[in-house]
């Protein structure tokens, strides 16, 4: 993977341009995406966004989310863009394997692929060019690098302002996890010069929620939750019954792992979500506990030191089994947590 700057004296030349992202994309995946595609239109590039799945509808509010094309639904479509790209950008994932079906299409792919990427050991050797920094907060924080440190800060108008704030914003927090440093409330203050409206971002992503979701989560948290305090952990075990009978719809459970890790001393919060097709499980914690290695090494999963995820095709009583197997095997990282 040669460095990303390799590109810079290429950017005026117009191309045809895909980013894609991972499923189901969160606010950094969407913003990031959407974020560098409005920028790379402003050269005269033909770009298309292409996300692996379907994605929550709390981010539809991005400016031209409606152009996005879902790779399960608009399978052809996806694929003559993919056909026809000399770019490949591949923001916000560090595998392939995390564009789920898009995965084959994007590894044969023709054209050159071009890695922006904060996670924990990236499959360099698949792309052409590229910059993977486990350092940054977010990758809207490594898109809006991209665009400043290839002397095109003039380009970021209120659209790229929004979707990199959403990004920057969602991944750290709303600015509270250890990654937001300096130089993201510097990238913050730009934004608002360059026209941003914060408040606007944060009521579309938060305050947009239906009815049913918040029974939901009573239900979750009341019935659903074990807290295992000798361990300083915490699990939430959805089963699929409870997602059909609330109408529980994608991106719905985002943040609801974030709950018992508010509990007095816990340090490890899980939850894992029967999807039916799948069982996919979150991971957060606080402090010296990697649940970036806990997520590889025992959920076929990854992500960051203190935020990961994994899948399994297990039951959902065996997945539960699992993660308390797993959570005894590391009984003394978890029990003698000093905070
Ligand atoms: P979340 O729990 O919000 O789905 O994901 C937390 C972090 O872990 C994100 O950075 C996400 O990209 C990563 N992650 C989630 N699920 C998986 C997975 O199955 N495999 C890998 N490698 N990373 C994941
Ligand atoms: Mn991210």
């Not at 990303?4 to 341009?17: A, G, N, T």
């Not at 992503?205 to 000798?230: A, H, P, Q, S, T």
């Not at 459970?253 to 974030?258: A, D, F, I, R």
């Not at 007095?264 to 919060?269: C, D, F, R, S």
Request: aromatic share 10%; with cysteine.
């Amino acid at each position: 993977m040669q460095s990303i700057e390799e590109i810079f004296p290429l950017l005026s030349q117009p191309k045809k341009v895909v980013i894609t992202t991972h499923q189901k994309p969160d606010g950094d995946a969407m913003g990031s995406s959407l974020g560098l595609y409005h920028f790379l239109k402003q050269f005269g590039h033909a770009v298309t966004v292409i996300s692996p799945t379907n994605w929550a509808a709390f981010l539809n509010w991005m400016p031209d989310t409606k152009l996005v094309l879902d790779y399960e639904a608009q399978t052809e479509k996806a694929n003559a863009a993919i056909d026809e790209a000399d770019w490949i950008f591949c923001l916000d994932f560090n595998t392939l394997v995390r564009t789920k079906r898009m995965e084959e299409k994007l590894g044969n792919a023709a054209g050159q692929r071009i890695l922006i990427d904060h996670h924990q050991e990236p499959q360099s050797e698949k792309f052409a060019y590229g910059i993977s920094d486990t350092g940054k907060s977010s990758t809207c924080e490594m898109v809006y690098d991209f665009i400043t440190n290839s002397g095109n800060a003039d380009k970021i108008n209120v659209q790229v302002a929004e979707c990199l704030y959403a990004g920057v914003m969602t991944d750290t927090g709303s600015f509270r996890f250890p990654s937001t440093t300096a130089s993201v409330h510097r990238m913050v203050a730009t934004l608002k010069e360059k026209g941003l409206n914060h408040s606007k971002v944060h009521e579309e992503l938060f305050d947009n929620f239906l009815e049913n979701r918040f029974k939901f989560i009573g239900n979750v948290l009341l019935n659903r939750m074990e807290v295992f305090y000798e361990y300083n952990t915490a699990l939430i075990a959805v089963p699929q019954q409870d997602l059909i009978k609330y109408n529980i719809r994608t991106g719905d459970t985002e943040g609801l792992v974030n709950y018992p890790l508010s509990i007095q001393g816990i340090k490890l919060a899980a939850i894992i979500i029967d999807r039916g097709d799948e069982r996919k499980s979150s991971f957060r914690s606080k402090g010296d506990f990697d649940v970036n290695t806990f997520a590889r090494k025992y959920f076929n999963g990854g992500g960051h030191f203190n935020a990961a995820g994994g899948q399994s095709r297990e039951p959902l009583e065996a997945v539960v089994a699992k993660f308390k197997e797993a959570m005894k095997e590391n009984k003394d990282q978890l029990s003698n947590y000093q905070f």
